[in-house]
């Protein structure tokens, strides 16, 4: 990367430029030139005594900033060099070590380079957050990442189950399996994402030179993003389906677990549709900036911001009214209705407020988001931590625990003891009787 020292000054450099003479800056860029040397200098005696791991991407002097050894298939971080005008200490400049070894090419510039895009206001790059957000985001993000994961094998366990024990299959369990198809593809896309997006932003061919260029941007992080939109929208509609359905169990069809669910399924897949679709026609035309991650038009994003907060609320109301009705049932006298209720009722209801209570205080914790960043962290903690492992408790609670599955699986274990015993004891009198014949 080429790397021009005197071509960052500070806003407020820029506005008092006209009131500063010309010695004042060739001063203060040779003291900014005379610290990059010395800065050089001492990078090539710490690279000189580190020991070279193999795979790994080299330590490297990129005229600015000394980086060490990284691993393959990882951004390093580091903060943004105070001796560079115009920088802000307090930012991170990063650089990419690709998955073979090597730092990443420029397509363009056809050398390596480093993203400088936060350390300075020029060209395009995204405000940086808070040093107490800063601070935490590493965490967040990695308390995400491992609770997509655990999620997404605990549901891929819990489908499996499901599928493959055939009295298993009812119309309720039907619909809890579209419930784990919603969310194990809602972790796999925040999963791959997270892999592909650099900073979460885009594509590293996205960036040049240090600064994202929306020209670079390609239809395929923007399909990316568009399916992991579309998949966040599935997943909070299936959550309002698992709930409509018990709504209507108990207020429409009670003691009946045998409705069509046809229209859950339409509406549960079908409904983010025509919202993810008007979002993409509006980013297309309004604001087709980047890989569609960032959002300069804040107003866009509530296309699909006001159809969630909609399924939180009506699933709150759900919840409400289900748990008054309850009540007032449990409370009379025990009788058959009662047992009932108690029986489809105790493995469904216990998540409601699973994905309904805490949804409605997160929703008035986002509204702090920009102004204290204490509420922030704390909102991006807990959002993160339930949105994350939400499908591992569901996939646990709906399948795992449910008493009927294990009831099952009970069974399936016992058979397959009792067949794998009965061939052991088979197999050594066959072959008895065969040595008796023989004599």
Not at 34 to 57: D, N, R, V
């Amino acid at each position: 990367m080429t790397f021009e020292p005197s071509g960052f000054t500070t806003p407020s450099n820029q506005m008092d430029q006209q009131d500063q003479t010309p010695s004042y800056y060739e001063e203060r860029m040779a003291r900014q030139n005379e610290t990059l040397q010395a800065k050089s200098k001492e990078c090539e005696e710490f690279l000189a005594k580190q020991i070279t791991i193999e795979g790994y991407c080299s330590g490297v002097w990129d005229r600015v900033i000394c980086w060490s050894q990284e691993k393959p298939g990882k951004l390093a971080v580091t903060a943004c060099p105070e001796y560079v005008a115009g920088f802000n200490a307090q930012h991170s400049a990063t650089r990419f070590c690709t998955q073979d070894g090597t730092w990443f090419v420029h397509p363009i510039t056809n050398s390596t380079w480093t993203n400088y895009s936060q350390c300075t206001t020029h060209g395009h790059s995204i405000a940086p957050p808070d040093q107490l957000i800063a601070n935490w985001l590493p965490v967040i993000k990695r308390i995400s990442q491992v609770g997509y994961s655990v999620s997404f094998v605990t549901l891929v366990i819990a489908l499996f189950i499901l599928l493959s024990i055939k009295k298993l299959r009812c119309p309720r369990n039907t619909l809890h399996m579209h419930l784990f198809v919603s969310f194990m593809c809602r972790a796999f896309m925040a999963l791959l994402k997270d892999s592909l997006f650099i900073e979460g932003i885009g594509l590293s061919q996205s960036v040049v030179d240090g600064m994202w260029v929306n020209e670079i941007s390609t239809w395929q992080c923007k399909l990316v993003t568009s399916l992991w939109q579309y998949f966040i929208v599935a997943n909070y509609t299936w959550i309002l389906m698992e709930g409509l359905y018990l709504h209507n169990l108990i207020f429409l069809a009670p003691f009946s677990d045998s409705s069509a669910i046809t229209a859950y399924v339409f509406l549960g897949w079908g409904c983010p549709i025509p919202v993810v679709g008007a979002w993409i026609i509006s980013r297309a035309l309004l604001d087709d900036s980047l890989c569609w991650t960032t959002h300069n038009s804040p107003h866009l994003f509530l296309i699909i911001r006001i159809p969630i907060i909609l399924t939180i609320v009506l699933n709150f109301i759900f919840f409400l009214n289900i748990v008054r009705v309850l009540l007032l049932k449990l409370q009379s006298a025990v009788s058959i209705e009662t047992r009932k209720y108690r029986k489809w009722a105790k493995s469904t209801l216990v998540l409601v407020p699973l994905f309904g209570v805490h949804y409605m205080l997160f929703i008035g914790m986002s509204f702090y988001v920009g102004r204290d960043p204490v509420i922030e962290v704390t909102w991006l903690f807990c959002d993160q931590l339930f949105a994350s492992s939400q499908g591992c408790f569901v996939a646990v609670l709906y399948c795992l625990l449910n008493g009927e599955v294990r009831c099952e699986l009970g069974k399936k274990w016992t058979t397959w003891k009792s067949e794998t015993e009965t061939k052991n004891i088979w197999v050594p009198l066959n072959h008895i009787t065969t040595r008796m014949q023989r004599r």
